[in-house]
């Protein structure tokens, strides 16, 4: 099949570079000639785990084509995926719609042929019926098909996510001239055992938010209860296998830790919100998730002040910056609500992330590797799940003390029983060494 994908963000990127490597002809379309540039040459953007194989292999085969020329991308494809950002809006509340609003005039003036027109961005319940009627106006409806088709990807682990994924779902109000087409193209997803599941375009675009939304739900859920473990002395890891094993729960996402993060769940929720008061339905549960989950940024800044103690001139390092291990995103990380914070109180912070410096860190000191981090911090912060910080080098503070919190749960309290550290993780009974 001819696809093309407007958009070469996370998305759009990962998506169109799996669908060319299924053996489809892609084109990959952006208006960033720099980003486009660098695609073709091989680099990637983004940081996720072998998608530059994927990519360099596709384009050596001619599979994939990457351009800035969105016309000739229309009107070469059969299939057109909507994949641009849909950020929170000016208001704070909203999905920004523009760049979905402006990919759809684009298309409705370059219709050749029939075009089965998808939706990938996460966009509110209803977009696709505007979608439909900005095409309309110039397009009689036999000639397209708009069809929402929500992503799942975790970032670091896209390509297998999207592989390998629970469930395809495809919101379509037509199927008669859709459901063959689609059938195909997943084909070999749905081989592997995906549910293939087809619904109303808007309880398609539903899915997704809500899917988001109760994810959130989960992680503020269990840290709260880390929260009341640590008041009763019990273990958080104990009560997430004792709830998770309860078929009707599940054990995923009941890891206690720092807030959520990351470029969906805190925007999708809020987006959820605005579509709930569009409708005049009060999303009670999902605003206590979003209230609950930035207080528990400045709860978590707190603490680390709390073990710092009140000396002045102390260095905090932290082991990793980005909302999560196995990607470079800094969008919502928790650290950047934690930082400012600690500043207040005099905190010299420094930092060291396996992807590297980050912009948004210019003001901060980097260090090389977690041994520096070690060597020169008073308190060391696990903020990011990285595999490189679950075999750390305690053995090089040699005679002074170190304090640990582990806000990842990576370690065990007894791992520190003979070493002079004081160790601190999330739900469950701090090792602190009396002097």
């Not at 759009?12 to 720099?34: E, Q, T």
Request: charged fraction near 30%.
């Amino acid at each position: 099949m001819n696809i093309c994908f407007i958009g070469t963000g996370y998305v759009g990127l990962v998506s169109g570079v799996l669908f060319s490597d299924f053996g489809h002809k892609v084109i990959c379309v952006d208006n960033d000639r720099i980003k486009i540039d660098k695609l073709n040459k091989g680099i990637i953007p983004i940081f996720e785990p072998g998608l530059d194989e994927l990519v360099n292999r596709n384009l050596n085969s001619k599979r994939l084509v990457f351009t800035t020329d969105i016309k000739y991308a229309i009107k070469s494809s059969d299939i057109v995926f909507i994949a641009v950002g849909t950020p929170t809006a000016k208001d704070g509340i909203s999905a920004d719609l523009k760049n979905v609003y402006s990919a759809s005039n684009i298309i409705a003036n370059n219709i050749n042929k029939y075009k089965l027109i998808i939706i990938k961005s996460t966009v509110p319940v209803c977009t696709g019926d505007d979608v439909e009627n900005i095409i309309k106006k110039k397009n009689s409806s036999s000639k397209f098909t708009v069809v929402s088709n929500p992503e799942f990807l975790r970032e670091g682990e896209a390509i297998r996510d999207f592989r390998y994924p629970d469930r395809v779902v495809i919101g379509c109000n037509n199927l008669k001239k859709t459901r063959s087409i689609l059938e195909k193209l997943y084909e070999p997803i749905i081989k592997k055992g995906a549910k293939f599941i087809v619904t109303t375009r808007r309880s398609s675009e539903l899915i997704k938010y809500a899917s988001n939304a109760f994810l959130a739900t989960k992680i503020t859920f269990i840290n709260e209860i880390a929260n009341l473990c640590e008041k009763v002395g019990s273990n958080v890891e104990d009560i997430a296998i004792g709830i998770g094993t309860d078929e009707r729960i599940g054990p995923r996402f009941l890891r206690a830790g720092p807030a959520y993060g990351g470029s969906c769940f805190p925007k999708d929720t809020k987006a959820l919100i605005k579509i709930g008061k569009k409708f005049n339905i009060d999303m009670s549960v999902v605003k206590t998730v979003i209230k609950s989950n930035e207080k528990r940024k400045l709860l978590l800044a707190d603490k680390i002040i709390k073990i710092l103690g009140k000396s002045k001139n102390k260095n905090v390092g932290f082991l990793g910056v980005t909302f999560k291990a196995n990607t470079d995103d800094m969008r919502d990380s928790q650290c950047l609500k934690i930082f400012p914070k600690l500043l207040k109180k005099g905190i010299n912070i420094a930092y060291y992330d396996p992807t590297g410096k980050k912009k948004e860190l210019e003001n901060f000191i980097f260090r090389k590797s977690s041994d520096e981090i070690i060597k020169n911090s008073d308190l060391v912060i696990i903020h990011t799940e990285w595999d490189e910080f679950r075999s750390l080098n305690f053995n090089i503070i040699k005679n002074r003390k170190l304090k640990i919190f582990d806000l990842r749960n990576l370690y065990q309290p007894n791992t520190f029983a003979n070493k002079n550290i004081n160790y601190y993780s999330i739900g469950r009974k701090y090792y602190e060494k009396k002097a």
